[in-house]
């Protein structure tokens, strides 16, 4: 459901988007220093913003360890757990219907807090980092993967007007609410006294995307699942190209912002 990171000197194909969001999950990892070690790994884990559960499948396999999945939708937690049970995983990965902004879990509980692109949904991006950051426990690890605009020049108060329209028809669509950039990401962390804060840009890594997804919305297969899934759903695909629009004008980005509470 997220991203792929398509690597132009991995040898696998860019035609393989499994293999490519698979890959987006271990470069975030290894962006953020997660620990390898047995001993050093982390030992419970919070997916924040879940989806249907594929981040949580996976952190939890790889790390033999148990993770929690948050989302809003009943609909999506009820479809990540039979996931989940499908491949075995029952007893290691579990989901709850909560919101990102007032977490049901005390202070310092997980040693990984993962967020996948589900930080743009939120409306309150100051509060969202702080129970990130309330959540995770001292030494913890704190990854974003999101969706934001442009860093802005020390010259420029806000987005120019063509830029602050076509996210507004992209927001609408999406039913999303006020983008951030990198930099207030940051700012906000910095706000918050965390360590080893570091950013990067990954456009240029998930550049052929958008471009795949339209691709198979186009096939007959998915004309047919677009007009049984209804209207909101086809106005999120005819927004699609504004998205590559988005991309190609520097205006979308693809970031990750990651950090490490103190101990």
């Known amino acids: 459901m997220h991203h792929g990171f398509y690597d132009p000197n991995s040898t696998v194909s860019l035609s393989d ?10 470069e975030a990892l290894k962006f953020a220093s997660v620990p390898e070690d047995p001993m050093k790994k982390p030992k419970s884990i919070v997916d924040v913003g879940c989806g249907i559960g594929g981040s949580s499948q996976y952190l939890a396999r790889k790390y033999g360890t148990e993770c929690t999945g948050i989302t809003l939708s009943p609909v999506q937690a009820e479809r990540a757990r039979a996931l989940a049970a499908a491949q075995g995983l029952e007893n290691k990965v579990s989901f709850e219907v909560a919101d990102a902004l007032n977490q049901p879990f005390p202070d310092g509980k997980f040693d990984l807090v993962w967020s996948m692109e589900s930080g743009e949904h939120m409306p309150e991006k100051a509060k969202f980092v702080n129970e990130l950051a309330r959540v995770a426990a001292p030494g913890a690890r704190i990854i974003i993967v999101t969706w934001c605009h442009r860093n802005l020049s020390s010259s420029e108060q806000s987005l120019n007007p063509d830029e602050k329209k076509l996210l507004d028809k992209i927001c609408d669509a999406y039913y999303l609410p006020t983008w951030c950039s990198t ?20 456009s240029e890594y998930v550049a052929p995307f958008w471009p795949a997804v339209i691709r198979s919305a186009l096939t007959w297969k998915g004309i047919t699942s677009l007009i049984l899934s209804g209207w909101k759903t086809i106005k999120g695909a005819m927004v699609m190209p504004l998205m590559m629009k988005g991309y190609k004008k520097g205006l979308i980005k693809f970031a990750i912002i990651t950090c490490r509470k103190p101990e």
């Not at 490519?20 to 999950?25: F, S, W």
């Open 17 to 26: 988007h499994r293999a490519a969001q698979v890959r987006m999950i271990e």
């Open 183 to 202: 930099d207030d990401y940051v700012k906000l962390l910095q706000s918050l006294s965390l360590q080893d804060i570091k950013a990067a840009d990954w």
